[in-house]
T-cell receptor, first 112, second 116 residues
Framework: TQLLEQSPQFLSIQEGENLTVYCNSS?????LQWYRQEPGEGPVLLVT?????EVKKLKRLTFQFGDARKDSSLHITAAQTGDTGLYLC????????????FGTGTSLTVIP | NAGVMQNPRHLVRRRGQEARLRCSPM?????VYWYRQLPEEGLKFMVY????????ESGMPKERFSAEFPKEGPSILRIQQVVRGDSAAYFC??????????????FGEGSRLTVL
């Protein structure tokens, strides 16, 4: 069973377009993180959201944590080719022990 | 300050051989996580270790797989009698505190295992 489901799984858009990636779960998380991974490399942390309803902005990226702390979204404005990569949400559910779960991933391709 | 170091970056083994993957966490980090990743997929949790202790190995297959994080030296993920299905990228991550408590995971560049 997959604790964190991401959608869409694959996304291909033109440069300059906007997009939103979703991360959903039936479990409550104390915090959620978003990572970005490029081919041949390990994931790199983009942001951590902690408070229900929290919104964080990182340049053209906007991250939101759901009020119930079960879901999160990542919105990219005016996508650039450098945004291409695999976006992963991750978190540690309150109900489990020490596992740190990652989502299924969204593979984004930005076409020039 | 060196990041998380994994080696080898690429490893080719024939079915039935053993694979040993090593991970040196960032300096000062005492928590190590191992993940497995197939192409275009997310990371699957395998095991969480602290120095000399396996804290959670619920994601690791019961047979053929083992992990350790000795007092001195790197953490090692060992796969015995490899099969083709073991082919994947194996990532190690370290954290100074329990990840999830607003702690960040720092990842290595991964070890890519190919089983012929």
């Amino acid at each position: 069973t997959q604790l964190l489901e991401q959608s869409p799984q694959f996304l291909s858009i033109q440069e300059g377009e906007n997009l939103t990636v979703y991360c959903n779960s039936s479990s409550v998380f104390s915090s959620l993180q978003w990572y970005r991974q490029e081919p041949g490399e390990g994931p790199v942390l983009l942001v951590t959201v902690v408070t229900g309803g929290e919104v964080k902005k990182l340049k053209r990226l906007t991250f939101q944590f759901g009020d119930a702390r079960k879901d999160s979204s990542l919105h990219i404005t005016a996508a650039q080719t450098g945004d291409t990569g695999l976006y992963l949400c991750a978190g540690q559910p309150r109900s489990t022990g020490n596992q740190f779960y990652f989502g299924t991933g969204t593979s984004l391709t930005v076409i020039p | 300050n060196a990041g998380v170091m994994q080696n080898p970056r690429h490893l080719v083994r024939r079915r039935g051989q053993e694979a040993r993957l090593r991970c040196s966490p960032m300096k000062g980090h005492s928590h190590v996580y191992w993940y497995r990743q197939l192409p275009e997929e997310g990371l699957k949790f395998m095991v969480y270790l602290q120095k000399e202790n396996i804290i959670d190995e619920s994601g690791m297959p019961k047979e053929r797989f083992s992990a350790e994080f000795p007092k001195e030296g790197p953490s090692i993920l060992r796969i015995q009698q490899v099969v083709r299905g073991d082919s994947a990228a194996y990532f190690c991550a370290s954290s100074p505190i329990l990840a999830g408590n607003t702690g960040e995971l720092f990842f290595g560049e991964g070890s890519r295992l190919t089983v012929l």
